[in-house]
């Protein structure tokens, strides 16, 4: 499995981005998908993620109501439109694609994108 992040960059305060990660297979294949990122020094955090059966989603705390996840199936991509955004939310950002099957658990990742956000 592949997944390849893009449209990364560096925007000012206030400004937006979408982030999209493409899969090499269809999206349902897994039973979620989601953003992770990681800031120099911090752990990896969850940012958003996506069931791929009903499109539930979860956020952090920290982006809800600026972030918005989605997914186009037909696609197998994933989004993540990023508004409003802030320099605390410099980060390398991480495309995951989860799967269990038969009691075994799979985390697929891809090599992340950089956002970089100025003051």
């Known amino acids: 499995v592949q997944l390849v992040e893009s449209g990364g960059g560096l925007v000012q305060a206030g400004g937006s981005l979408r982030l999209s990660c493409a899969a090499s297979?269809?999206?349902?294949?897994?039973?979620?998908m989601g953003w992770y990122r990681q800031a120099p020094g911090k752990q990896r955090e969850l940012v958003a993620a996506i069931t791929t059966d009903g499109g539930t989603t979860n956020y952090a705390d920290s982006v809800k109501g600026r972030f918005t996840i989605s997914s186009d199936n037909a696609k197998n991509t994933m989004y993540l439109q990023m508004n409003s955004l802030k320099p605390e939310d410099t980060a390398v950002y991480y495309c995951n694609a989860h799967l269990r099957v038969l009691g075994a658990t799979f985390n697929y990742w891809g090599q992340g994108t950089q956002v970089t956000v100025s003051s």
């Open positions: 297979r269809s999206t349902f294949s897994f039973n979620t």
